[in-house]
């Protein structure tokens, strides 16, 4: 045992794209070689560089290859990898209490993680928060909520959905390959409605919102259900941003019908958008919002922040888990919470949108695969299309992001399709290295 700590220093990541070696490099091939042995071909991963330290934009690999990080381990890292203040919150912590079990005796990380959802998720009316450690939990557990609430059974999710990889989530997610095909036997009660999707249905927010609801009144009936569950712009799906006027009506339509309204804001929230839930872009206050990815610098932690008289609706022992709100992802999320504040990092998530979204556009003008640009914020995303058409284009997105991975730059897919690329650059790129990387994009498009 030591009885002193070396104190913390941080990694050295000049914020600079490097590239040394062949990518992936020999250390990373060495290294996926002893992956292959032992870690299960169903976990896969996108670039295959094994990944040494990070700090802001840039993450270095083990061959001292230094990429531009326009992924944040998809929308994690929103405040920037090893951000300063999260990593001494959360080492100070991990020093104090790394664990107590909530359920078993509480500690002040997780009411104070609670106060702050309850300040910062829409809408003034009181809330409560009950914290998990993934994504997938906080939906499952919206769900219960809900139905325990409503005494209702049934699920409404959206087309072009992703909510997770248990068993219940799998089954509220859209897309089958990869995230189900094979896994069942599936949940029941869950019903999927078609979403907006302007790019592809050409509607206006309360013609989408029309075709949805009449789904619902006719395919699953108000009287068994529980609740909708939206992104309000959706993630892995692809990115849509639905028209103006569709998720108000859908609210509105919810609360006349007893029907919880449920916004997974796992990808679009904390701030990713320039606000700190995308919700309140479309002027929407859900009943129940769920975070995770972003919420904690990078620790697991996610959360269900509803209104108190839906939250209360589980009687004592219904909720928890072990693990769920840990002291050293509370500590960190504290710290998110003030850094957005500090920083003003709502601003920069609008100061990336202005350099992203014009770039992208000007790159639709030049390229004609580029089918649509959208989103808002850090959140953004083109679809790319065979030329001409809205067929999808998965080759050219394969071929780009690989592209962009050989050339120093992280970049994500998403789409039901496959033919989206999505950028989720945290708060901390600069105006240089995000100009940067969009000249990468340029060439890999010019390169088709
Ligand atoms: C990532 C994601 C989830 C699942 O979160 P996990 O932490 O991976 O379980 C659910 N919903 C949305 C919108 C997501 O982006």
Known sequence: MTDTLAPFTPPTVPQERRIVTAIPGPK???????????????????????????????????????????????????????????VAAAAEQLGELTHAAFTITPYEGYVRVAELLAEHTPGAHAKKTVLQNSGAEAVENGVKIARKFTGKNGVAVLDHAYHGRTNLTMAMTFKAMPYALGFGPFAGDIYRAPNSYPFHDGLSG???????????????????????????????????????????????????????????????????????????????????????????????????????????????????????????????????????????????????????????????????????????????????????THEPNAAAVASIAAYAGQNGVILLTAGTYGNVLRFLPSLAISDDLLREALAILDEALAAL
Request: net charge negative.
């Open 206 to 388: 309360p013609d989408a919102a029309k075709r949805t609801i009449a789904y619902l009144e006719k395919v699953v009936g108000a009287a068994d259900l529980a609740c909708l569950i939206v992104e309000p712009i959706q993630g892995e799906g692809g990115f849509q941003v639905p028209a103006s006027g569709y998720l108000p009506a859908l609210q509105e339509w919810c609360t006349a019908n007893g029907v919880v309204f449920i916004a997974d804001e796992i990808q679009s929230g904390m701030a990713r958008t320039g606000a700190y839930f995308a919700s309140e872009h479309f002027g929407v206050v859900p009943d129940l919002v769920l975070s995770a990815k972003g919420i904690a610098g990078g620790l697991p932690l996610a959360a269900i922040t509803g209104r108190a008289e839906i939250m209360d609706a589980a009687h004592p022992g219904g909720l928890g888990g072990t693990f769920g709100g840990n002291p050293v992802s509370a500590a960190a999320a504290i710290a998110v919470f003030e850094q957005i504040e500090s920083q003003g990092l709502l601003a920069e998530a609008k100061r990336i949108e202005n350099i992203l979204k014009p770039a992208l556009l000007e790159l639709q003008k030049k390229y004609d695969v580029i089918g649509d640009v959208r989103g808002i914020g850090a959140m953004n995303a083109i679809e790319l299309v065979l030329p001409g």
């Open 28 to 86: 990373s091939l060495a290294l996926h070689a002893r992956r292959l042995a032992v870690v299960p071909v169903g976990v896969s991963s996108a670039l295959p560089v094994y990944i040494a330290r990070a700090h802001g934009a840039i993450v270095i690999d083990v061959d001292g290859n230094q990429f531009i990080d326009l992924g944040a381990g998809i929308g994690v890292t929103t405040i920037g990898h090893t951000n300063d203040a999260v």
